[in-house]
């Protein structure tokens, strides 16, 4: 849409990357669906990265005969639709499920089997009132008295609105806990050495509960939180690319939880069985995820292809054709052999589950 809003004549338009499926032409644009389901492109008239580069007349309808600003208007597109696809499916789902808020009330929202809370009758649900006869109301302050207790005996207050026994007129409690106002008082002992991917008390908190407002300000509301979504969601990738690179370059340890296409349709099928709000929500975290890797400054990248255009504003000229189209051929080759080495990683892995 940008590359024809400047007047460039799109030659295709592809779903995927070849070999080619399907094809059908519109108008002098061609639309295709091609076999490797990886993102899609956008073949322009008169691109260097792609082959001869127009002249004469016909120079004004190709990609090199607009402005460098049109240039970056058309390169940046697909960047930035990726990145709004990705805010509307986040607005779409908060508009359904609710807007989460941040609260004062510090609820166990999952429970490890066999952990010191799952043996002392603790339920998902439950809210921390107290820590030790301390009132807490924040994550961090509950997780520093849980840490400073490892191996010690710790007394927690639990707020239960369903089932609880201690307004069911049950005297003295019972067995592991015991009452007070109509609370739920629990003695655990938090581990010192819990398993990986648990805490001392094999517990998982949050402090969001998720509000609904009247039906005509959720899609407003949800708006609101799906651009925060996108932004925080942006954000962590860009960090967790830091450390890869940085693992990778520094330590030399080669990043084992990279997916490719094979992963990813194994997570959607994952996902799929979860409903309708997870699938767009998993499509809005990899259209994120797509919008932040293809800015990168990488060659074949749409992030590579800017920097021509920076390198133009800098030294007041252009590279050369040729230069660019190597450039990007090379880094299209080293984006399809990385993309074999994690395909065959992906393989492994689920071979390695069965």
Known sequence: MAAKKAGIKVEEFGFGYPP????????????????????????????????????GREFKRSFLGKSKKARSVVILAGVIANFLLGILVFSIVYSFTGIPQKTENIKIVGIAPSSPADKSGLKEGDVVLAVDDKKITELAEFTELISEKKGKEVKLMIKREKENPCLEKVLGGGAGFSCQDGNLLFWLVPRESPPEGEGPLGVV????????????QMPFRGAVEGVKEAFAWGWMIVVSLKKMVGDLVFRGVVPKDVAGPVGIFQATGMVARTGILNILQFLGILSVNLAVLNILPLPALDGGRLIFVVYEVVFRRRSKPSLERWVNTIGMALLIILLILVTINDVKRMLNSF
Request: no cysteine; net charge neutral; aromatic share 18%.
């Open 20 to 55: 080619r499926i399907w094809a059908k032409k519109f108008g002098e644009t061609e639309y295709s669906l091609n076999a490797i389901p990886f993102g899609g492109f956008v073949r322009l008239f008169g691109d260097p990265a792609e082959g001869e580069v127009a002249k």
């Open 205 to 216: 908190v949050s402090n969001m509960e998720i509000v609904k407002y009247p039906f005509w």
